[in-house]
Nanobody, 122 residues
């Protein structure tokens, strides 16, 4: 059974950093498009970053220059390094995987993790 599990969320002060991890089990994810999404209370879910199997990346404008997505295919893991965090980054963060191609704005993913909460205090 394909599963994703996020970790690394928590509470930080504005300007701080967190590193989210996403572990994939039940399949080999190294050919998959992987993405990070977030959803704040009362808001729509939004894409944060995506990474293709070849390592090419895309980012939402709101996180460019602050967040970095990476993957370790040997570990079937994806990471999201978040620096210079702002209160508006507060949200539940979700990892997602899809066997299809990666492209900017992709929102249709086959598998989703349960999420990890990130809270940034001002």
């Amino acid at each position: 059974q394909v599963q994703l599990e996020e970790s690394g969320g928590g509470s930080v002060q504005s300007g701080g950093s967190l590193r989210l991890s996403c572990a994939a089990t039940g399949y080999t994810s190294n050919t998959y498009c992987m993405g990070w999404f977030r959803q704040a209370p009362g808001k729509e879910r939004e894409g944060v970053a995506g990474i293709a199997s070849d390592g090419s990346t895309t980012y939402a404008d709101s996180v460019k220059g602050r967040f970095t997505i990476s993957r370790d295919n040997a570990k079937d893991a994806v990471y999201l390094q978040m620096n210079s965090l702002k209160p508006e980054d507060t949200a539940m963060y979700y990892c997602a995987a899809d066997p299809g191609s990666c492209y900017p704005g992709k929102t249709t993913f086959h598998t989703w993790g349960p999420g990890t909460q990130v809270t940034v205090a001002s």
